[in-house]
């Protein structure tokens, strides 16, 4: 069974930082491409990040909107993944998923995911 559970989110004003951690368990970890994915109120669920990893090459993928912010990163060790949150905007506010992707190399296909976590709330107040 495949869990992945989220921890980090929080109440932060404009500017300022938070970072997320995916802890992942019931598979092979370092074989699966990792993603963040975000949902606000009323919207659909959107990509965020993406990361990969084959050997000694790291492969990560972003959305435009948090292009230079934003920083996916991993730790096959520890069966974690990181989203670093710089800049933060009040747009970001949602609620931050973490999903598991079958095969490897990043995406931001929803259906190419096939376990997700439960979610950490994101609050950026203006």
């Known amino acids: 069974q495949v869990q992945l559970v989220e921890s980090g989110g929080g109440l932060v004003q404009a500017g300022g930082s938070l970072r997320l951690s995916c802890a992942a368990s019931?598979?092979?970890?370092?074989?699966?491409?990792m993603g963040w994915f975000r949902q606000a109120p009323g919207k659909d669920r959107e990509f965020v990040a993406s990361?990969?990893?084959?050997?000694?090459?790291?492969?990560?993928l972003y959305t435009d909107s948090v292009k230079g912010r934003f920083t996916v990163s991993r730790d096959n060790y520890k069966n974690t993944v990181y989203l670093q949150m710089n800049s933060l905007k009040p747009e970001d506010t949602a609620v931050y998923v973490c999903?598991?992707?079958?095969?490897?190399?990043?995406?931001?296909?929803?259906?190419?995911?096939?376990?997700w976590g439960q979610g950490t709330q994101v609050t950026v107040s203006s």
């Open positions: 999903a598991s992707k079958r095969g490897i190399g990043p995406s931001a296909v929803v259906a190419q995911y096939d376990y």
């Open positions: 019931g598979r092979t970890f370092s074989s699966y491409a």
């Open positions: 990361i990969s990893w084959s050997g000694a090459t790291t492969t990560t």
